[in-house]
Each structure stands twice: as structure tokens, then as C-alpha cells.
T-cell receptor
Framework: NAGVTQTPKFQVLKTGQSMTLQCAQD?????MSWYRQDPGMGLRLIHY???????DQGEVPNGYNVSRSTTEDFPLRLLSAAPSQTSVYFC?????????????FGSGTQLSVL | DAKTTQPTSMDCAEGRAANLPCNHS???????VYWYRQIHSQGPQYIIH???NNETNEMASLIITEDRKSSTLILPHATLRDTAVYYC???????????????FGKGTLLTVNP
């Protein structure tokens, strides 16, 4: 059981470039979400999904797109990277039933936009 | 969601109990208290959660006051590996018994000293 897997671990982009942060979970969790964490700050919710084909915006969605075509995968897309998107990104998943109080997090992707 | 207040930092001697306080005076009746921790550069890790009663698991104990306006996370025998930022979060669950939109504040940096 790998849990929540995020790739890549590190990425450097130039302003205006696009990229996709990958997130996969093998626990058959219905719920998945993306957070960003800036230095000295807590985590802020970007987008979330309650199941395949269903996504919604979190607290800071601008500049990010998501889709959920399978239960296992929830990629986060940056269409035109900006320096303000320099951050550490965490993906999380949980069940949609009792026992779903516990979020499982990936190890993070550290993104720098120059 | 109810707002929480935690000290910015705390110190604890290795082998002693670490008691981390959290105030949540505006908590409503259906909101749970969650504790997560984040060891440097890693994704957050679930510790424990509770509604009214005190809870204990293999990692920690959670003591919630009778009026539910505050709580304390207890690590009974702190080790150096417990050095981390500890987040206290108050949130309700959806009708399915799950939670996927937790809001993480700045938390308490617990430093366990040798």
C-alpha cells in the first residue's frame, strides 16, 4: 500500500510555463484535495473532488485547474505559471464515510517559479 | 468553521509529557476537534480527533473540556521525533461522516529537547 503518491518532488519552472502535478492514491478513497503551503503559513485548499467526474474550488483556486477522471488520480494543472505560485503543494485523500475523518497526505511537491 | 487559537511555540524535554493547548470558544455542537502534525518538509499526519469525550490512541490523548471551548493534546512520552508543527482544527463532518476541507492555521511548533 503506497498511500498517496505525488510526483515530482521538486520542480523549477519559468514564468508562463505550464505543468501538471500528479497525485495518485491506492486506498480507493472517494475524496481527494490539493493544498498549498507557503513559508510560515498553514495549508490552504486549492481544489477538491468528492468523486470521479466531480470537482470544486477551494479557498485559492485561481491559476489552477483540476480534473478527476478516475478514483485513483487527481492531477493539478498550472496553465501559465507565475512567481506567486512558488509554494509546496500537498495532495490529500480520505473516505466519504465514517472513517473519513482522517486525511492522508502525500509527501509534497516543492515548486519554484522564476 | 470555529476559529482556533494555539500558542506559536512550545518546548518539552525528551521523555516528558507534552501538553499542547487549543482554544475554540466558538465551537458548535456538531463540530469535531482534529489534531494533525507536520514534521519538517513532510505532509501533515493525522493524530487524533474527538467530539465530546476524551480520546486516546497509540499516538496521543485528547482532552476536551466539558464546555468544549478548549482542548489539550497530550503526547505522554515525547521523543525527539515528535518535534513538529501541531495543528488544532475544528470542523464539522458532512452527512457521509467524512471531512475533506480542513482549514490549517499556523499551529504550534513543538520542540522536544534532549
Amino acid at each position: 500500500n503506497a498511500g498517496v503518491t505525488q510526483t515530482p518532488k521538486f520542480q523549477v519552472l519559468k514564468t508562463g510555463q505550464s505543468m501538471t502535478l500528479q497525485c495518485a492514491q491506492d486506498m480507493n478513497h472517494e475524496y481527494m484535495s490539493w493544498y498549498r503551503q507557503d513559508p510560515g503559513m498553514g495549508l490552504r485548499l486549492i481544489h477538491y473532488s468528492v468523486g470521479a467526474g466531480i470537482t470544486d474550488q477551494g479557498e485559492v483556486p485561481n491559476g489552477y485547474n483540476v480534473s478527476r477522471s478516475t478514483t485513483e488520480d487527481f492531477p493539478l494543472r498550472l496553465l501559465s505559471a507565475a512567481p506567486s505560485q512558488t509554494s509546496v503543494y500537498f495532495c490529500a485523500s480520505s473516505y466519504s464515510r465514517p472513517g473519513g475523518e482522517k486525511l492522508f497526505f502525500g509527501s509534497g511537491t516543492q515548486l519554484s517559479v522564476l | 468553521d470555529a476559529k482556533t487559537t494555539q500558542p506559536t511555540s512550545m518546548d518539552c524535554a525528551e521523555g516528558r509529557a507534552a501538553n499542547l493547548p487549543c482554544n475554540h470558544s466558538t465551537i458548535s455542537g456538531n463540530e469535531y476537534v482534529y489534531w494533525y502534525r507536520q514534521i519538517h518538509s513532510q505532509g501533515p499526519q493525522y493524530i487524533i480527533h474527538g467530539l465530546k469525550n476524551n480520546e486516546t490512541n497509540e499516538m496521543a490523548s485528547l482532552i476536551i473540556t466539558e464546555d468544549r471551548k478548549s482542548s489539550t493534546l497530550i503526547l505522554p512520552h515525547a521523543t525527539l521525533r515528535d518535534t513538529a508543527v501541531y495543528y488544532c482544527i475544528v470542523r464539522g463532518v458532512n452527512s457521509g461522516g467524512s471531512n475533506y476541507k480542513l482549514t490549517f492555521g499556523k499551529g504550534t511548533l513543538l520542540t522536544v529537547n534532549p
